[in-house]
Each structure stands twice: as structure tokens, then as C-alpha cells.
């Protein structure tokens, strides 16, 4: 019995803390703020001072557990009295704020450094398994409302753009933009710029589409535009923002098929043609998101449209769904490079590839592949994980609100 009727105020006070008395709360308050201006004081306040700060919130400690409303009222006005004579007891509403904010960024960046980590998925790799940012033409831009729904629902933002006079595209660069998102610059002959909320890879296809951006044997040729003449009207649709369970792999091994991301030290993604011009919005990526594909240990070999793990058809359900051509995933399943047009790569029709278990186990081989083949550029290309580069498995997609929404196979 001496420790059930602490246990109910206690969960009273806490767990139903919405239909807590109004005076619950204001000694609860009390005693908080007595306790953490005593102890963040302590070395500067004299004895007398401390007595009575740890004498109040003994007394109004005690009326709460009496469930005494008067005396836990009065103590908690005589608390207001005293309290304004102690030096340094009253704060002001930004310091208030400002110590809120540095709290809450402590403990972000905690979460961020040792358990879960957000990533915003940038390119079209993994599609249709996780949404790359995609730039969709639209005829017209609409109303606020639309552009609010869409979102919260996709994530979207519109951008419209037009040519005030003749002017040449020049360049196309993109850069971080509030550390989760990126954005790319267009730039034109007369100083201008067009900002567009994507990545570069997703702004280079529109412009394809559009006939203003073309590759040819000699290089890349860019469009120009003349006065009145539409540079851009779209639907830029988000890349998935997940989260990355960076303690997983403490407490167990990776698992073939599952979705995982990585650094990308040490691993020369800058490939040279073909895979430089149709992929380069993949390159210079500091973190890549793609499907385990390989242990180590594993032998590996693309049969088209399948990948064989140890000279049989991976059956991980993941990876069949890739390997089956079945709508919404591409036709082709798993491709083969050609070594003849692709000298450099280190998964090609040549021969298998076999992944590395070394006694070391920071420099075991995984193998990492996209699920959408025919666009990733993955270990086909430019070869193995190792462990040490491994953050963990995507666990959650954070945002936006769509079908994605929810726990990551």
C-alpha cells in the first residue's frame, strides 16, 4: 500500500496528464523549476537560499501526495513571493526558447549520429520499389489549393519559368539546399537563373524531353530560348524521405534483398561512357540507396533477366519481383554490360564475380544493384561495398503521404 498511491498520482500526473487539476500541474511546475534552478545555481547560491528551494518543493511535493489543493496552493504562491528575490530565477521568453532549441538539437543530432538517420532519396534507382524526385510537364499550374494538397500528398512543388528575352542555357548545377533536399540552378547567357526544387538528373530529362538538352558523339549541346518562350512549367515531385536504422547491423548481419545505404568513400562511382552521360546525376552522390544484392561470400552472375547467386536464381522475394519484368518494374529484370562497351566495369558478361569474405570484417564485399536496372548506376559499374562503408538498412519512409508511405522491404 505505501507505494500504490505514489504509483496513481504518478500515472495520474503523467500517462493522463490532459484531465491532471489545473493546481496538479501548477505544483508539479513548482517543484521542477525549484529543483532546476538549485541545481543549475548551485555553486553560486548560499545555504540559506538552497534550503529554501529544497524546502518548498519537499512541502509542495508532500501536498500533492495528500492530495491537499489549499496548502498545495499556498505553497505554491509563497514559492511565487520568494522566489522573485533569488538572483537568476526569472527568464525571459527567449531564453527560455533558445535553451528549448539547443535541447532539441542535442538530442536530433544524437538520434541522427547513433540511431536513425533521414535520407532524401535523390535519383530514380530504386523505382518503382522508392521514388527518386521526378519532373513531371504540366500544361498549366494550379490553384493554391491544388498545390497544397499535392504537397502533402506528394510532396510536390510547381515551378513555372519564361524567357524575357533571347538568352543561351549555359550551365546546370546542382547544390544541397536546407541540408535535406536539393536543388538545381539553370544559367543562362544573360546572367539569369532559374532555380528548380530537384536533382540534376530529373531537371536533365526534362530538358531532354524538351529538345534542349542533347548528347551527341561530339559532347552535350544545350537549347536556348526565345522571348515569351516557356524555360520550364512542372510538377517536381519529392524523392522519399526515409530513415535509416543505423544500429541494425550492430546486432545482426546484413541480409541479401533488403534495402540498404551506404557511404560512398573509396568507391569510384565517376565511371566513363556510356555510363557517364545517361547516369551522371548519380555520380558525385556522398550516400546511395540501393538493394543488397550480394554476401560475402557470394558468387554472382547476371543472367538476363535474372541474377544468380551461386549459379542458381537469387530467390529473395525482393529481387525475384526485379527478375520477373512484371509491371511496375521494367521489362528487362537484371542487365548484363557488355565488357566490350564497358571495359571498366566489374560486373560484365566476361565472367562471374565473387565476393570477398576476408578475416578483416571492415573489408568484406557486398554487392549493391538497383531496381530499376536500365537507370542505376550501381555494382555493375564500379564494384563491391565493403562493410565499413554500410549505414544501415532504410527501415521507413518518413514522407510524403503516398502508397511508399510505411515500413521499407
Known amino acids: 500500500m505505501k507505494y500504490i498511491k505514489p504509483l496513481l498520482f504518478?500515472?495520474?500526473?503523467?500517462?493522463?496528464?490532459?484531465?491532471?487539476?489545473?493546481?496538479?500541474r501548477a505544483g508539479r511546475e513548482t517543484c521542477a523549476a525549484l529543483t532546476r534552478y538549485a541545481n543549475f545555481h548551485r555553486h553560486t547560491l548560499d545555504e540559506a537560499t538552497l534550503r529554501t528551494c529544497g524546502k518548498l518543493s519537499e512541502d509542495i511535493h508532500t501536498a500533492l501526495q495528500n492530495w491537499d489543493k489549499e496548502e498545495c496552493g499556498r505553497l505554491v504562491k509563497l514559492a511565487g513571493v520568494q522566489c522573485e528575490a533569488m538572483p537568476g530565477f526569472k527568464r525571459g521568453a527567449v531564453v527560455e526558447m533558445v535553451e528549448s532549441f539547443f535541447v532539441i538539437m542535442v538530442i536530433f543530432l544524437g538520434l541522427r549520429t547513433y540511431y536513425v538517420q533521414p535520407f532524401r532519396i535523390p535519383t530514380g534507382s530504386m523505382q518503382p520499389s522508392l521514388n527518386g524526385i521526378i519532373v513531371h510537364p504540366v500544361d498549366e499550374v494550379p490553384g493554391v489549393a491544388r498545390q497544397a494538397w499535392d504537397m502533402l500528398t506528394l510532396g510536390s512543388a510547381y515551378v513555372e519559368a519564361t524567357a524575357e528575352n533571347y538568352k543561351s542555357l549555359v550551365n546546370i548545377e546542382d547544390h544541397p539546399k536546407y541540408l535535406l533536399f536539393t536543388e538545381t540552378t539553370l544559367s543562362f547567357s544573360d546572367g539569369s537563373k532559374v532555380n528548380i526544387p530537384s536533382a540534376k538528373g530529373a531537371?536533365?530529362?526534362?530538358?531532354?524531353?524538351?529538345?534542349?538538352f542533347i548528347e551527341t558523339p561530339n559532347g552535350i549541346r544545350l537549347g536556348s530560348y526565345r522571348p515569351?518562350?516557356?524555360?520550364?512549367?512542372?510538377?517536381?515531385?519529392?524523392?522519399?524521405?526515409?530513415?535509416?536504422?543505423?544500429?541494425?547491423?550492430?546486432?545482426?548481419?546484413?541480409?541479401?534483398?533488403?534495402?540498404?545505404?551506404?557511404?560512398?568513400?573509396?568507391?569510384?562511382?565517376?565511371?566513363q561512357p556510356p555510363s557517364a552521360l545517361r547516369m551522371n546525376d548519380q555520380q558525385d552522390g556522398t550516400h546511395?540507396?540501393?538493394?543488397?544484392?550480394?554476401?560475402?561470400?557470394?558468387?554472382?552472375?547476371?543472367?538476363?533477366?535474372?541474377?544468380?547467386?551461386?549459379?542458381?536464381?537469387?530467390?529473395?522475394?525482393?529481387i525475384a519481383r526485379v527478375a520477373s519484368g512484371k509491371a511496375p518494374y521494367n521489362q528487362e529484370g537484371y542487365q548484363q554490360l557488355p565488357h566490350r562497351a564497358n571495359p571498366l566495369a566489374y560486373m560484365t558478361d566476361l565472367s562471374p564475380v565473387h565476393l570477398q569474405k576476408t578475416s578483416d570484417p571492415n573489408m568484406r564485399e557486398y554487392a549493391a544493384l538497383g531496381d530499376n536496372t536500365t537507370n542505376s548506376l550501381d555494382s555493375r559499374y564500379w564494384g563491391p561495398v565493403r562493410q565499413y562503408n554500410i549505414i544501415g538498412p532504410a527501415s521507413f519512409t518518413l514522407w510524403p503521404f503516398t502508397s511508399h508511405w510505411g515500413a521499407i522491404e
Open 228 to 271: 515569351g518562350e516557356t524555360i520550364i512549367r512542372a510538377r517536381v515531385d519529392a524523392g522519399d524521405m526515409i530513415l535509416v536504422n543505423r544500429v541494425a547491423y550492430h546486432f545482426r548481419q546484413p541480409q541479401r534483398g533488403e534495402t540498404f545505404v551506404f557511404d560512398t568513400r573509396n568507391i569510384n562511382t565517376s565511371m
Open 288 to 318: 546511395y540507396i540501393k538493394r543488397l544484392c550480394g554476401l560475402p561470400g557470394d558468387t554472382l552472375q547476371i543472367a538476363p533477366p535474372f541474377l544468380l547467386v551461386n549459379g542458381k536464381a537469387a530467390e529473395e522475394a525482393t
Open 10 to 24: 504518478w500515472i495520474l500526473d503523467n500517462a493522463l496528464a490532459w484531465f491532471t487539476p489545473a493546481w496538479r
Open 203 to 212: 531537371v536533365m530529362q526534362y530538358l531532354k524531353e524538351q529538345g534542349k
